[in-house]
C-alpha cells in the first residue's frame, strides 16, 4: 500500500476543502467509484465536479482515521470528520460523516461509500438544486 491512511484521509480531505478535482481523483482507481447518499453511484471524475459545484465552502473537521480490511480481505480506511457544507447560496448543511474506502493494492480507492443521516441535509440540498436527490432503491 503506498500512503499511510492518516495520509490518504488528509489528502482527501484537503482535495474537498479546495475543491481541486485531479487531486482527489488522483487517490481513485481509473474505474473507481463513489456512492453517494444524494447523488448515487457515479465515477469519481464525476462526482467531484457536481459536488463541488453544489458547494460554496467547506470547512472539515478529521475526527478519526481507522484502518483495516474487509469480509473478503481488501484493505480498508475510513475517514470520519465533520462537514461544514455551505449551499451555493450560503444555506449551512452541516453533517458528521464516515467515507468508507475500499483499496487495490497499490492504496488507490476502488470504492468509496460516504455514509451519513441526510434528514436534515437532504431538504436544504433538494430546495437549492430545485430537483430531488438521488434515493436507493427499494428492495
Partial sequence: ?????????????????????????????????????????????????????????????LRSVMSGTDTSGRATVSFWFHFDWRLPSGVAAPFEVVDVATLDAEGLIEELRIVYDTVEVRPAFEAEVGHPSWRAPRP
Avoid at 485531479?22 to 459536488?51: K, N, T, W
Fill in 1 to 61: 500500500m503506498g500512503a499511510t491512511p492518516d495520509d490518504l484521509a488528509a489528502t482527501y480531505l484537503r482535495a474537498l476543502a479546495t475543491a481541486d478535482v485531479d487531486l482527489v481523483v488522483g487517490l481513485f482507481v481509473e474505474d473507481g467509484v463513489v456512492h453517494s447518499p444524494l447523488y448515487g453511484p457515479l465515477p469519481p471524475r464525476e462526482f467531484y465536479p457536481a459536488l463541488f459545484a453544489d458547494t460554496s465552502r467547506a470547512n472539515l473537521t
